[in-house]
């Protein structure tokens, strides 16, 4: 991906995830955007989209961060909203016995002390192997993973969801299922 692929796509991110409204796009409760009203907005923030612009970035996306619609008509975020626009309904499923998170050493007392919380997010992303999750854990520092007993954790009562992209969700983690190997 070249690195104006990278700002469109960080672009992309911030717009379909976090503010909508910083351009004077909405969303609906599926995270979903009209791309037309995409293109248009974009171009009010000096970002010249078109269809196929938008096709390569989500294409390309080796994280699936984007989906476009079957009719080709919209596009949204995969996961990781934190806009209240947003409400996807994920379809609850059993998780593997074990998931991974990612993140960095300096955030290890905080999550001690809390578990794992989704802060501005609407979940905790949990990632299904050790290499995605040192690469998460990479962004935010020294990375340390964190192996998290789902599979405990949904058979006494939590909820896990997969998004389309592949990763899980949950609302929360207790310090007592989460292991450093």
């Not at 009209?34 to 970035?57: H, R, T």
């Not at 290890?108 to 690469?135: C, F, K, N, W």
């Not at 962004?139 to 998004?163: C, D, S, W």
Request: proline letters at 3%; hydrophobic letters at 40%.
């Amino acid at each position: 991906m070249s690195n104006k692929d990278k700002d469109i796509s960080k672009f992309l991110s911030f717009t379909l995830r976090h503010q909508p409204e910083a351009i004077g796009l909405f969303l609906d409760k599926e995270g979903w955007a009209v791309i037309k009203d995409l293109i248009f907005c974009s171009a009010q923030q000096g970002y010249i989209l078109n269809n196929d612009i938008i096709c390569n970035i989500v294409d390309s996306s080796d994280k699936k961060r984007f989906m476009i619609s079957e009719d080709g008509l919209r596009i949204r975020a995969a996961q990781g909203h934190s806009t209240n626009q947003v409400n996807i309904i994920y379809e609850e499923k059993t998780p593997p016995d074990n998931l991974y998170h990612g993140t960095a050493t300096r955030f290890m007392s905080a999550i001690r002390e809390q578990g794992l919380i989704p802060l501005s997010r609407q979940y905790v992303h949990l990632s299904a192997d050790e290499e995605t999750a040192v690469q998460v854990g990479q962004r935010h520092g020294k990375p340390i993973v964190l192996k998290i007993k789902t599979l405990n954790m949904y058979e006494q009562g939590f909820k896990f969801y997969q998004a389309d992209n592949g990763v899980w969700l949950t609302d929360t983690v207790p310090w007592r299922f989460i292991f450093m190997d």
